[in-house]
């Protein structure tokens, strides 16, 4: 009875040695450097590969990948920031709001209550009635204006701070897939 075993004779990729595999196995680990080694058979031959440098170009292959993705997101972020940041600006323009907007309106109510002071005291003659009522309702259309360009700037502060942070952990993983990249390069 013949038990004999067949055998394929292959070399390390990693550091060359002579290796007995059966012919049925796929993995391997090198007795003489310890290298994980994939068996790979084809119609042109038998050779192996070091698992380690297939892991590192996948893990490498997968970093670049994740580095296009936040890339992407990145300017998918800042497009969406564009728009959102238009959408605060007024009568057309895109300007954001601001303290201006907020000084604007506290000098109408300003102008508005003198106004209504001086109707009321008589200042403007026989028509210093028409002048308090407009003075008053000038006053608290102002009040209303403030209120609005407040809730407003408070509304764009939320948001810009949304956007720089989100931007700002985009940017933070960006910086650490590439620091990675340039600490271990491709081989």
């Known amino acids: ?57 996948t893990e490498r292959m997968a970093d670049e990948l994740e580095l296009v993705r936040l890339n992407q997101q990145l300017d998918a972020l800042n497009d969406e920031w564009e728009r959102e940041r238009q959408s605060y600006g007024k009568h057309g323009r895109t300007s954001e709001p601001g303290n201006g907007d907020l000084l604007g309106a506290m000098v109408g109510m300003g102008v508005a209550a003198v106004i209504a002071l001086m109707g009321l005291t008589g200042a403007f003659g026989e028509g210093s009635a028409g002048f308090f009522l407009a003075g008053i309702v000038g006053f608290f259309l102002m009040l209303f204006m403030y209120f609005q360009i407040s809730q407003k700037l408070e509304e764009y502060s939320e948001a810009r701070e949304r956007y720089q942070t989100r931007r700002e952990q985009l940017e933070n993983r960006i910086r650490l897939l590439e620091h990675e990249a340039r600490e271990h390069p491709a081989e």
């Open 1 to 57: 009875m013949n038990s004999s075993v067949t055998v394929e004779d292959l070399r390390c990729n990693n550091c060359g040695a002579s290796l007995h595999v059966p012919p049925n196995v796929r993995f391997v680990t090198c007795p003489y450097c310890g290298s994980s080694l994939e068996i790979h058979r084809s119609t042109d031959g038998v050779y192996t590969e070091v698992l380690q440098k297939i892991s590192q170009k």
